[in-house]
């Protein structure tokens, strides 16, 4: 019974962000993680672990990838998934999230996967809800199963996380994924660094017990791995960022960069990315790349988090 | 077996509107629909009632509430269910609904869900096609399974139908769930007021065995059971409506309102719900409230729907 | 085992086009169609044949009637379907297709199906991935499952598909339908003439093996079959095609033209019918027409090549 470490079972409700969950809830999640991982590599990749549950995808924003990473998963538990996408421009006319969750709860829902442009809403919907919530990403807060799946294959990679140094690059001001890899990451004993142009880096992130940089190599130097992140140019809309070039310049991750850095370093990224602006496409497709390991492993992790919850006694909810 | 009451067996191929159902007919969906809501109560809500035969729902209008609630009343009856949404702009240049229908029928669907702008459509469709054709809206003329939802949810909640007074509130001239309503309460022996401003009232409607009223305290006391429609302002293109605030002031339901009813009036609204247009707040979610199990029920009525029309007499199509 | 006709078994990873298929491949998929044509006649309408499996509907064309098959074929192999629709204006901020690919590939996907607006698109993608590519029609290059689709009807209607006369009628030029048919309808040794005002007929269409005309009653002289291409007025941009009346009364079928013809000549259209202008209602829908049983028969074809596609050996990945 993959819930039981030996130490712990799971009793949340809901997975809200890592900053909310203990060391042992996210090691039980990453143990939980390894025996799905090990399902979808057979023949009929699906177990009936779920069989009889329903799943709604409840997403505010448009996002096929994790989307589609979480309706597999529910499917290869052998969950019922409905998947609802809510236009921001219609949800101004439309009912509150409150309301939505009710009504959504009272369609015996089991499991909402929720996606939010305002950070928090998941927060909001657990507690208006006895249906279990996962948070795909709420804003700049959290994405939790994403920083799941980044320490998974980390520790895959690299056989344990603790004393590991990290490195994560890019725009850590407007980053869920940066936030939830700090949480999860210092709760599991690695040593995290944040490194970005000084207008990317948020005020006071150092006190979330990370190492701030603007120095690429110093990011660099001595990281086990590095965390790139994926620049969204379109939010410069008053021309406070660097171009494109000048980054890839100075942030951009190649060959010749990497020549300085551990021989094994892991170098992940979150997808889609940027070739030619967060890193160099020898970089992105080279031998210390886990980037398309990282979508294998999120399956697996989200499997884990979705039977977790899933599985987590009525009485809690 | 639940198509059986000891009286009928159902025999229709389509669920079209209340209008052409017989009490008994009516009867026996709010029978079988029973038991499937003790299904969705289950651990695994799941039976395998409908295994193998295939629902598509088509929906001429996008409406996520209502695709959801069929979704996942197909799924729940182990169908496999195809979403086809198809947006009013390309009915033009594209293939007439006859077209459409026989395309589906083609593909060999068992059952046809539409939802369509024009009244009378799902009509049209059933002519056409071999499939069953289950309606879940055709502008302004019939939503059959509102209708039986709400009366479903009434009866649980009263224990009957017969002799109770019912009053339908809001915007009766545009309204499907009104119509449907009206037909299968007075088939079944409830007494109907409705009540709206004079405007909103269409020309003749108390030719179907309804009282009509324009006053709010008339249709309320008395009443065992309020139904109050969704006000769609954005209707409103000539100014010929109320103001928001004058329709809440006139006609929303308040606590205050309330005080003078029976003290157990049952209050439901087909949501989603304008808090503080067609009710406050205190009301939606206050003790008289079944908003919420009315979407809980709409689930079972679909299945007990889904189910007859999916198992008529291959013979009947 | 339906993969065995006594001549060979199966061993493509992808299906691209009707061009790299040989005679006996063709025939391969012929065959096994018939077998999963007789599941959709049941009852239960659905086999355990890809169970466990997954397969993605990648379109980058909006296009409903081949996605609804396409999934309806899955599902009726009991395989998991994830839908992906991306527009195609996003594609230029987007990742390439090659590392959406790779990316579906590390979901673990089974069967990519892919449909596109480039010509080539599912050869790229089937060189960068393990999983079975299937191609739902690109760009003016293939649309396999399509003309196979029209051929397994017109082998059921006229028993064979050699030395059978098939002609092909409509804008030629710019038709997947129509290069697919012509590769697949001449291997299996059918007779093809193509017909279409001079603008619409490509240059060196011949060498394909066809016999050219634009003449309208030398096409329908002596023809088996015809098989009547969907114009596209919408690309008429520049005033160079001809009207729809035109059109129509050059090389519309009608009733007065078929009487010239061989009495059981078949009628297809791959839809969806622009009625009164490739064709009027009463050919359409007259005893010639098997356009709805082409609809019918492209479910049973596309579970052929899921099912021959995705059991082949995991060492041909």
Known sequence: MPSVTGKITWTKKDLLGLEYLSKEEIELILYTAESFKEVTTRRIKKVPALR????????????????????LAAKRLSADVVNIEIEASSVKKGETLIDTGRNIEALKIDIIVVRHNCS???????????????????????????????????????????GLNVSIIGDI????????????????????????????????????????TSDINEALSGADAINVLRMQFERDTDGAFPTRMEYFKQYGITKERLAGCKPDIVVMHPG???????????????????????????IAVRMAVLYLVGLVKEGAR
């Not at 009889?52 to 309706?71: A, D």
Request: glycine share 10%.
């Open 52 to 71: 009889g549950k329903t799943v709604v995808n409840l997403f505010y924003e448009p996002s096929t990838r994790p989307r589609t990473s979480f309706e």
């Open 120 to 162: 928090g809403a998941p927060n909001i919907l657990a507690r208006s809800v006895k249906s279990s919530v996962v948070n795909a990403g709420d804003g700049w807060h959290e994405h939790p199963t994403q920083a799941l799946l980044d320490m998974f294959t980390l520790k895959s990679k690299l056989g344990r996380l603790e």
């Open 173 to 212: 001001a407007h980053s869920r994924v940066a936030r939830s890899n700090i949480w999860g990451l210092t709760k599991l004993g690695a040593k995290v660094t944040v490194c970005a142009p000084k207008m990317l880096i948020p005020e006071g992130i150092e006190k979330m017990g990370v190492k701030v």
């Open 272 to 298: 889609p990315i940027n070739r030619g602006i967060e890193m160099s496409s020898d970089v992105a497709d080279g031998k210390n790349s886990v980037i398309l390991e990282q979508v294998t492993n999120g």
